[in-house]
Nanobody, 125 residues
Framework: VQLVESGGGLVQSGGSLRLSCAAS????????MSWFRQAPGKEREFVAA???????????NYADSVKGRFIISTDNAKNTVYLQMNSLKPEDTAVYYC????????????????WGQGTQVTASS
């Protein structure tokens, strides 16, 4: 099983980045895919999730801090999940992780089975 993130980098405040996470080794369409982030000295926090089967009427979920600025999407043919990040702020600076899960609390990292290695996003002020 592999989750490989890419697309991180340094951007000025107000700018945009698109993260990608390529998945392999498991049945992509049977898992919910999510993004978490971890800033220095802080706990890992939920950012966005898509296709979470426990919430059939709410297949996309965002943290309040990114709602309206970030967009999560998938390309099932490519087994890839994306995170389009717009209007980036310095407080968005963190290592961003892709995760795959099959059940449990959507915002809890313990609910996820597989994790990527992370990609650094830095938004300068």
């Amino acid at each position: 099983v592999q989750l490989v993130e890419s697309g991180g980098g340094l951007v000025q405040s107000g700018g945009s980045l698109r993260l990608s996470c390529a998945a392999s080794g498991f049945s992509f369409s049977n898992y919910a895919m999510s993004w978490f982030r971890q800033a220095p000295g802080k706990e890992r926090e939920f950012v966005a999730a898509i296709n979470w089967k426990l919430w059939p009427s709410n297949k996309i979920n965002y943290a309040d801090s990114v709602k309206g600025r970030f967009i999560i999407s998938t390309d099932n043919a490519k087994n890839t999940v994306y995170l389009q990040m717009n209007s980036l702020k310095p407080e968005d600076t963190a290592v961003y992780y892709c995760a795959a899960g099959s059940g449990g609390a959507i915002t809890e990292s313990a609910s996820y089975d597989y994790w990527g290695q992370g990609t650094q996003v830095t938004a300068s002020s």
